[in-house]
């Protein structure tokens, strides 16, 4: 009985590894928006804010009240300024609660313009709700520094969502990622052959 709970652990962890994802967004690429401006993603997948020109942020906000900062938790990416293509850094968040999540450009009149997003939209706080509210608010408002999420090189994680973009390749801002392999992966890759380790294992006690 034990042992199947401790295998079950186990295969439920090395199952979560295995499937993680990581969803890309574009911030600006197509005009004062992000691409795409929903998205759906289970606990543990990373959010990939991708910048481009000229300047972006990213801040997480209640439903209730748009381009400004969520008054509990949350993130702000910092200001990204891009001179072309796509910036040689991305802004990572972890989501940890499949809970809506809407965020908006911490850049003057951005917000109010539209560009804002949600990450698990539910069928009462919809992105169309909040994109209305946003249009009609005084002011966006952006913390005064980077928080809750981080701020790596281009390139540092792997892509595999249906719903992202396809990967643009770097252009500009010398010295910018590479393509997109790496860690996750290599993790996913050693995932399957673990779980069959674990299984023998965990029979052979
Ligand atoms: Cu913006």
Do not use: W
């Amino acid at each position: 009985m034990m042992q199947m709970t401790t295998l079950t652990t186990l295969v439920a962890g090395f199952a979560a590894l295995a499937t993680a994802a990581t969803i890309q967004i574009s911030v600006g690429k197509d005009g004062i928006v992000y691409t795409p401006n929903s998205v759906t993603a289970a606990v543990g997948d990373v959010i990939e804010y991708q910048f481009f020109p000229p300047t972006h942020s990213v801040v997480m906000a209640d439903f209730d009240s748009p381009c400004t900062p969520a008054k509990t938790g949350g993130f702000f990416s910092g200001a990204f300024t891009t001179s072309s293509g796509m910036n040689n850094t991305v802004f990572q968040v972890t989501v940890n609660s499949t809970d809506p999540i809407f965020f908006y450009c911490g850049f003057p009149t951005h917000c109010e313009s539209g560009m804002v997003g949600v990450i698990n939209p539910s069928t009462d706080q919809t992105l169309d709700a909040f994109q209305s509210k946003a249009s009609s608010v005084a002011n966006t408002v952006a913390p005064s520094a980077p928080f809750g999420g981080q701020i790596v090189a281009a390139g540092s994680s792997s892509a595999t969502t249906g719903t992202a973009s396809p990967s643009p390749t770097p252009t500009g801002n010398s010295g910018g990622g590479g393509l997109y392999s790496g860690p996750a992966s290599s993790a996913r890759a050693l995932a399957i052959p673990l779980i069959g380790a674990v299984v023998v294992a965990v029979l052979m006690v």
